[in-house]
């Protein structure tokens, strides 16, 4: 027998009938977890099946051949180990610079408006020895696309320090308003209650119905601060 069964079969420990909380197991944030480390998963949104994270072709500038391709593999696996989006944003940060553009073509029309306002430079680190890279060989290597360096670079702020991730940290749209919750306890609360004769000794806290109530005897509709409250 393991010690987490002798835990649980301890007389002296008081479980309850729901289940723990553990966000830890939930689908979405499993999925979340492995997208972020690079995994295939599944997406719980289009249920489309989503393969891992590779090392893309090489690219025409010989990239892959200045760095060697078992280090390509080192910093494809660092990469994708760090497991977090706002330090893999912290590190697109820290290796992609913004220069100003050398030099310009000529252009007809002055009054246009410039397309690019910076140049990029790409850059990743193996044992103290940085290798300038083109963009398509840096791409390549980490796995990932265009749109995920520019989302990193716009989240920086005017002063050059990485932003936090503002995902998931909004109100959703169908949420209940508190003010609604506190007039539904109320509302639960006003009803009659007596202590259960058989768990009395274990939770002296819970409270149950009267055996005589019934859905037909309970009220269907209460005021709370003069407001009706229906179910």
Known sequence: MSDNDEQVDDPGVQRGRKRCRDPAKWKQNIAKRQRNRG??????TTGRHV??????????????????RPIVDILHSNFWQIGDFGLQNSFLQKHVAQLPVKRRRPVLNHNAARRRSATLQYTLSHCQTSYTLCKTGFLSILGISEARVKTAMLSMSSTGSPRGDLRGHHSPGVMVSREVVNRVLQHILSFPTVSS???????????????????????????????????
């Open 51 to 68: 393969p891992a994270r590779c090392v893309g072709a090489p690219c025409r500038d010989g990239c892959f051949d200045k760095i060697t």
């Open 197 to 231: 004769h058989y768990t009395r000794a274990k939770s002296p806290h819970m409270r149950y119905l009267e055996g005589h109530l019934n859905i037909r005897k309970l009220p269907l509709v209460s005021t709370v601060d003069g407001r009706a409250l229906s179910y």
């Open 39 to 44: 995994e295939e998963y599944v997406s719980r």
